[in-house]
């Protein structure tokens, strides 16, 4: 059972800098390309970043230079640092991970349930 859990949101001033976490659990797979997404209230889920095994990284515009995603591919976690935090970026964070199943070579994509945050203004 593949399970993918996020920390580390909270409530933040705008200015400041939070870093979430996602550590993905399970046995038997290969993680491929990890991403970070967030859903506003009363808004559809969008896209923020990506980082692919090799390490090779993607932002949404609006995110370059605030937004560090990295990952630790021993540990399998995945980590979003965060800085100039914006009342914008308030939302649900959520975690991704593309797994390819070791026994069927199957590609599967699979989500955590979401850390909140918070950016006051």
């Known amino acids: 059972q593949v399970q993918l859990v996020e920390s580390g949101g909270g409530l933040v001033q705008a200015g400041g800098s939070l870093r979430l976490s996602c550590v993905v659990s399970g046995s038997n797979f290969v993680i491929n390309d990890m991403a970070w997404y967030r859903q506003a209230s009363g808004k559809p889920r969008e896209f923020v970043a990506s980082i692919s095994k090799s390490g090779s990284t993607n932002y949404l515009d609006s995110m370059k230079g605030r937004f560090t995603i990295s990952r630790d591919n021993d540990k399998n976690t995945e980590d979003l640092k965060m800085n100039s935090l914006k009342p914008e970026d308030t939302a649900v964070y959520y975690c991704?991970?593309?797994?390819?199943?070791?026994?069927?070579?199957?590609?599967?994509?699979?989500w955590g349930q979401g850390t909140q945050v918070t950016v006051s203004s």
């Open positions: 991704n991970a593309e797994l390819v199943d070791k026994s069927w070579g199957a590609w599967s994509d699979h």
